[in-house]
């Protein structure tokens, strides 16, 4: 099965597997001298399966080197949002203070998306408006888009073959290894910060 291309432009373009079915993230990020001045995180969502189609439903970025990029530092944490057949939205979710190290708040927010990932579909497909309660309170979660397995089998035997996405261990070792330290204080630092949940986000430019 074909995966999105992972973000142009980024001096390491990635794709990383998730836990949510139909579901995998991109990330892409720029490397100076241990710095990690510019990256996006984002989550894709699989709709379709013949051809293979993937929309990108959630973005987080920063870009601290263009007068117009944003900021998270300056801006704190915003959440683009898609929907299938409204404009997108802006989700501003409260956290708890950024780390310096862009490595640790890149995969804080590779986990975040693929914790909610079920949320985001459903505001994507129109289930849910943007800033709602999730529609299953009780803990459960949304019913997976179901995929006719002939069709995938179909696709799977003409297409050629992908490179696996990356785990998340495995990008993190890729953001210890940009930022001169070592995984497992990336992986910290990410577990200590603190973010919201996209249902009580503020909704901007709606």
Not at 50 to 60: D, L
Not at 129 to 151: M, Q
């Amino acid at each position: 099965m074909r995966v999105p291309s992972p973000p142009a432009g980024y001096d390491v373009s990635k794709v990383v597997g998730g836990s949510t079915p139909n579901c995998v993230r991109t990330v892409g990020f720029d490397r100076q001298s241990n710095h990690i001045p510019r990256f996006i995180v984002q989550l894709h969502y699989q709709t379709g399966v013949n051809p293979v189609q993937w929309e990108a439903i959630a973005r987080i970025d920063h870009n601290e080197t263009a007068a117009l990029g944003h900021d998270i530092y300056q801006e704190g944490l915003h959440i683009d949002t898609a929907r299938r057949s409204q404009p997108p939205v802006k989700l501003r979710p409260s956290h708890s203070p950024l780390p310096t190290s862009r490595g640790k708040v890149i995969r804080s927010c590779t986990d975040y998306l693929d914790a909610n990932a079920d949320y985001f579909i459903d505001v994507y497909e129109g289930r849910i408006t943007p800033g709602s309660p999730p529609r299953w309170p009780d803990g459960g979660s949304t019913p997976p888009t179901f995929i006719h397995s002939w069709d995938l089998t179909e696709r799977m035997s003409q297409e050629p073959p992908a490179e696996d996405p990356l785990s998340t261990d495995e990008l993190t070792e890729l953001l210890a290894e940009a930022e001169g330290t070592t995984p497992e204080a990336i992986e910290r630092g990410a577990a200590e910060i603190e973010i919201a949940p996209p249902s009580e986000a503020n909704v901007v430019d709606e």
